[in-house]
């Protein structure tokens, strides 16, 4: 496949070759691999991108209750306390937490969202493309674009680590949603390629190591709080990288890295929910009160 | 091996929460099992082993296996209140914790069917993560069919050729055939086929292998 890639470097690689940008070289690539026209892809993605506008903001405007009782309502309050006007991460953060916090709500009782890469780390990559889209006026066929660029991050992180909780713990899961947030961000921003890439590096090495420990099992606690500050990693990664700031480890490196991390963590702290937060005295006590 | 992933497995499934496998896999489980019934269910038994039958609850397993067997896909909404659709539509259903063996995937399920005529039919699956699954029984018959490309399953007589019938008319089609197993227990007069091809598989196919005499029974499955 001319536009096939599987490496940062090979990724990079490409775009030069061919002049284009990352999400660019992602649709060719869709296109190969699908058979589907380049028009055909973007719709399919135009269908997600509904769905993650909407999953970021449904909790703002209902009252959400997860299967398990654990969250629901967080949304809501963080969206009052913003408008008291004393936040402290400033009104752009808050508005991205609120999306990532609501979208786990609705992830948590049922509702549609799009798995990105998993639903346990569904609030990261809508609420970092659908938040900053907004604030700078950006269109629909940006924050498209935008959905394309973090894929690109995401099949390399899936093909040669993994993006599974039970295999590499939540680094995998929310570090693996946040690199690819970040990417996106990156190129809806303007910035370039290698800043893309950067930034990926950033969110994996800020959350290495970072455990997956559900409580009862549930895709509730600790995974909203942690899509929560999975948004902020995006962000704050997307914005070091566009100041200049890049990684000294390349990308490839340091997702090779996290999957011989997320192998060295014992049993207990991978989706078993039997370490971590998951084994604490409440987190126990929560277990036998949803299960008896 | 290292797969290409589309941006689809990245960005997707589209799909009810709360969790891949625990949601979107049992309902992509239900769904092939109903499909794979060929007719009404009246009646199921949901068998769940490992972590299916220690949080299927929490997880709204029950509910997606339930969505599946009425047809729903992951993503649509009505999977929320599946039980009192299915109940509306007369059809029973229950859930049993069990251990169908210590080799079994953690996440499995085997789904005892009564259908419409009042024959019975047997699933067993498993979801593997992602929200993509693998079937690992029909009808007694073990198999491991994961769903990466479109497949015909049959159920066809033990005689000399039968199965050159099948073959036959895929390339008559135009389908190229990329693999398939056969097994055939002792004692049986009949062979199950697993034919897994290269292009889409239209409906109009199961109808051409229907009208086979050798063909008792035949299943055909999109990728999941």
């Known amino acids: 496949m001319k536009f096939n890639f599987t490496s940062g470097a090979e990724l990079l690689e490409k775009c030069k070759k061919y002049e284009m940008s990352m999400h660019e070289i992602c649709l060719e690539r869709e296109a190969e691999l699908s058979g589907l026209s380049k028009e055909e892809v973007r719709e399919k993605m135009r269908v997600s991108l509904n769905i993650m506008k909407s999953s970021t903001e449904r909790a703002t405007k209902e009252d959400i209750k997860s299967v398990g009782g654990l969250i629901g309502g967080e949304a809501k309050k963080l969206t009052t306390f913003r408008n008291n006007g004393k936040s402290v991460c400033g009104t752009l953060m808050n508005k991205a937490l609120v999306a990532a916090m609501g979208t786990m709500e609705v992830n948590a009782s049922m509702g549609l969202i799009v798995a990105a890469p998993t639903a346990g780390s569904c609030g990261i990559l809508p609420a970092a493309v659908v938040t900053i889209g907004k604030e700078y006026g950006l269109n629909d066929e940006d924050m498209i674009d935008a959905l394309f660029a973090a894929s690109a991050i995401g099949a390399i992180i899936t093909r040669n680590a993994t993006v599974a909780g039970a295999e590499g713990g939540c680094q995998a899961e929310t570090g693996a949603a946040a690199a690819m947030a970040a990417a996106g961000v990156v190129e809806m921003m303007g910035g370039t390629v290698e800043q893309a890439l950067h930034a990926a590096s950033h969110c994996l090495q800020n959350v290495m190591g970072l455990v997956c420990d559900p409580i009862a099992g549930l895709v509730e606690a600790p995974c909203q709080g942690r899509n929560a500050i999975g948004v902020a990693n995006a962000l704050i990664s997307a914005e070091l990288c566009l100041a200049g700031i890049l990684n000294i480890i390349p990308f490839d490196e340091t997702v090779d890295a996290m999957y011989k991390v997320g192998k060295s963590l014992p049993m207990e702290l991978r989706e078993t929910a039997l370490g971590g937060i998951a084994a604490t005295c409440t987190g126990c006590s929560l277990t036998t009160k949803i299960f008896g | ?224």
């Open chain 2, 1 to 224: 091996m290292a797969k290409d992933y589309s941006v689809f497995d990245i960005v997707g499934p589209n799909m009810i929460g709360p969790s891949s496998s625990h949601t979107a896999g049992a309902a992509r489980l239900g769904k092939a099992a109903s499909k794979i019934a060929g007719q009404p269910v009246k009646e199921v038994k949901f068998l769940l082993h490992g972590s299916f039958a220690e949080t299927y609850k929490g997880h709204g397993t029950d509910k997606a296996l339930v969505g599946g067997i009425l047809g729903f896909q992951p993503d649509d909404a009505r999977i929320r209140n599946s039980f009192d659709i299915a109940t509306e539509s007369g059809i029973k259903f229950e859930f049993i914790k069990t251990d169908l063996g210590e080799n079994e995937h953690p996440n499995s399920v085997k789904m005892e069917m009564t259908l419409a005529d009042g024959s019975k039919s047997t699933v067993r699956g498993a979801s593997i993560g992602g929200g993509n699954i693998k079937l690992t029984e029909i009808d007694g018959l073990g198999l491991d069919f994961n769903g990466s490309r479109p497949a015909v399953i049959l159920e066809i007589k033990d005689i000399p050729g039968a199965v050159s019938f099948v073959t036959g008319l895929l390339a008559h089609n135009n389908k190229n055939i990329a693999t398939m197993s056969t097994n055939s227990p002792v004692g049986s007069d009949y062979t199950f086929v697993t034919i897994e091809t290269d292009e889409k598989l239209e409906a109009d196919i199961l109808d051409q292998l229907k009208k086979f005499e050798v063909v008792a029974k035949a299943v055909v499955l999109d990728k999941f």
